[in-house]
């Protein structure tokens, strides 16, 4: 049984709290994917006579539990054990951690609400928020936000197709599930593929500098020019008498 197969199942036993737990897990271990599991929830919804609120909602409160989840990482261990963390994390890598540092100190709450609707990126950007000690409000308040807007174009969609039923929602399903299948693994691929290459060649270069950016951004402060051969304090010989 593959991810998406088993993730469904878990969906139809535990029903909302299942959808939650799902959409959580995909915060915390971003190959589970969101995007294949959401119109399920509405076509699941639909089925059994739920108004489309309620996935929408169980939805969201798992994107902002699983979000809370690597906030916590980041705000507990702060921004040197988090980069120690991430060099043991496979396909993530140190540049990951700066183009989310630079992108959360610049925009603040819209980067967090905006990066819900890009996998991976959601994971993220929770990161330098828990490193920043964002409030916890505030990042529950951006996520949810960020999220409730994604989760529901997907679970809409399958709401409509749960309602139509017959031929029409089996042809979505399986349409659904053969174009997410095939993005899915090129997406693998070519992020497998690019993060080999980049390992190779920063093993080529050296390592890539794990320091926190505010301690790299002094780091060169303190290079100080050679001095010169002659010391300061001689200046030229003293003359010698002839005798």
């Known amino acids: 049984m593959d991810v998406t197969a088993w993730a469904i199942g878990l969906m ?10 799902v ?7 971003p190959p589970v994917p969101g995007e294949v599991l959401l119109p399920f929830a509405g076509v699941s919804a639909a089925a059994n006579g739920q108004h ?36 043991r994390i496979p396909l993530l890598e140190q540049k990951d951690v700066d183009v989310a540092l630079r992108f959360f100190a610049r925009f603040g709450f819209p980067a967090v609400a ?3 609707f890009v996998p991976m990126v959601r994971t993220l950007i929770s990161i330098p928020a828990g490193i920043e ?20 174009v997907f679970v809409i969609a399958g709401y409509g197709f749960g309602l139509a039923g017959g031929e029409l929602l089996e042809g979505f399903v399986r349409l659904y599930s053969l174009i997410v ?17 980049g390992r190779r060649r920063a093993a080529g270069e050296g390592t890539h500098d794990a320091r926190p ?17 002659v010391s300061p304090d001689s200046g030229p010989e003293p003359p010698t008498l002839d005798e």
């Open 12 to 21: 139809e036993l535990l029903g909302g709290p299942g959808i939650a737990l």
């Open 23 to 29: 959409i959580a897990a995909e915060a915390l271990f």
């Open 52 to 87: 489309v609120l309620v996935p929408i909602l169980w939805t969201t409160a798992g994107s902002v539990l699983g979000g809370l989840g690597v906030y916590g990482v980041g705000r507990a261990l702060g921004e040197r054990r988090t980069r120690a963390l991430i060099d």
């Open 114 to 116: 905006l990066a819900r």
């Open 133 to 152: 000690k964002m409030p916890v409000s505030v990042f529950a308040l951006a996520t949810g936000l960020g999220s409730g807007i994604w989760n529901a």
């Open 181 to 197: 299948a095939g993005v899915g693994a090129l997406a693998a691929i070519g992020l497998l593929t690019q993060r080999l290459r």
């Open 213 to 229: 950016l505010s301690e790299r951004a002094g780091g060169t402060a303190a290079v100080r020019e050679r001095p010169s051969d």
